[in-house]
Structures are given as structure tokens and as C-alpha cells.
Nanobody, 116 residues
Framework: QVQLVESGGGLVQAGGSLRLSCAAS????????MGWYRQAPGKQRELAAT???????NYADSVKGRFTISRDNAKNTVYLQMNSLKSEDTAVYYC??????????WGQGTQVTVSS
């Protein structure tokens, strides 16, 4: 059974940095893409960043230039480096993985709170 376990969330001041990690319970080569979505209070879940097995990245406009997604296939882990954090980045961040059959898997979520 596929499990995605996130870590690295927390409370940070505006302008600070955090790095999220998501470890998969199976080899990440089973996933065509991995990434992060986020959901702020009262809002819909939205894409933050994704990365394919081949390393192609995609970012939401709101995080471009501030967030960097990376993937370590040897460790079955995807990372999200978040710099220059803003209060509007406050959300629950969910790890996401899509296998080659287009089935989606989700982590349990990790809270990121940015204080202004």
C-alpha cells in the first residue's frame, strides 16, 4: 500500500524559509509525478509545485521564484524548499503522487503557518 509521509511544516516569520519533505513507502519510480498542493482556510486545494520522474517542474504563479521542488529517487522523497515566505503561504501542504496509471495518492498534510 502506498503511503506518503510529510514532514517539515511549522511556524515561521514572514521572509523566512522552510523545507518540506515527503517520503514514499514504495519506490518513487512508480510515480510519473510527485508534488505539493496546499489548502488555506476557507479555500480550495490548489497546486503549489510538481515534478516529473524526468525532472520537469511546474509551479503555481504565486510561488514561482520563491519555491523550489526537487526529487531524490534514491530516497523515494520529494522536497519543497520554500523561501521568502509570505502570510498568504499559510496553508496545509499535501504531498501528492500520481502513478503511471494516473491514480493519485495523498499524504496526510502538514501545517505551514507564516506570521507577519
Amino acid at each position: 500500500q502506498v503511503q506518503l509521509v510529510e514532514s517539515g511544516g511549522g511556524l515561521v516569520q514572514a521572509g523566512g524559509s522552510l523545507r518540506l519533505s515527503c517520503a514514499a513507502s514504495v519506490t518513487s519510480s512508480q510515480f510519473a509525478a510527485m508534488g505539493w498542493y496546499r489548502q488555506a482556510p476557507g479555500k480550495q486545494r490548489e497546486l503549489a509545485a510538481t515534478i516529473t520522474t524526468g525532472g520537469i517542474t511546474n509551479y503555481a504563479d504565486s510561488v514561482k521564484g520563491r519555491f523550489t521542488i526537487s526529487r531524490d529517487n534514491a530516497k523515494n522523497t520529494v522536497y519543497l524548499q520554500m523561501n521568502s515566505l509570505k502570510s498568504e503561504d499559510t496553508a496545509v501542504y499535501y504531498c501528492f503522487a500520481r502513478n503511471w496509471s494516473l491514480r493519485n495518492y495523498w499524504g496526510q498534510g502538514t501545517q505551514v503557518t507564516v506570521s507577519s
